[in-house]
């Protein structure tokens, strides 16, 4: 079992940038492919980035490849999305989640975090 807690989120301006953080509790954190998912206001939750376990592969969303990156440190037990050029369509509730198969899909997902705001102003 592991448990998610997200950190960083808040307000930032349109080209600005966030870093956001996901600390998770156990010694088990090495075997499990991390992600981040987010999802606004009245629409579907929706895949943002994924890495593998010891960080060699990582897959990214259309709409922030080239803007977000996705990175780990397992010594730390914690996932990170840096988050650059911010536009207001990046305004969501972001959440992490940890599974045992790197994925794209939500549903592959066992533990999920409870989020964290991040608001983009135009």
């Known amino acids: 079992q592991v448990q998610l807690v997200e950190s960083g989120g808040g307000l930032a301006q349109a080209g600005g940038s966030l870093r956001l953080s996901c600390a998770a509790s156990g010694r088990t954190f090495s075997s499990y492919a991390m992600a981040w998912f987010r999802q606004a206001p009245g629409k579907e939750r929706e895949f943002v980035a994924a890495i593998s376990r010891y960080g060699f592969s990582t897959y990214y969303a259309d709409s922030v490849k080239g803007r977000f990156t996705i990175s780990r440190d397992n010594a730390k037990n914690t996932v990170y999305l840096q988050m650059n050029s911010l536009k207001p369509e990046d305004t969501a509730v972001y959440y992490c989640?940890?599974?045992?198969?790197?994925?794209?899909?939500?549903?592959?997902?066992?533990?999920w975090g409870q989020g964290t705001q991040v608001t983009v102003s135009s």
């Open positions: 989640a940890a599974s045992g198969t790197l994925s794209r899909s939500g549903a592959q997902y066992d533990h």
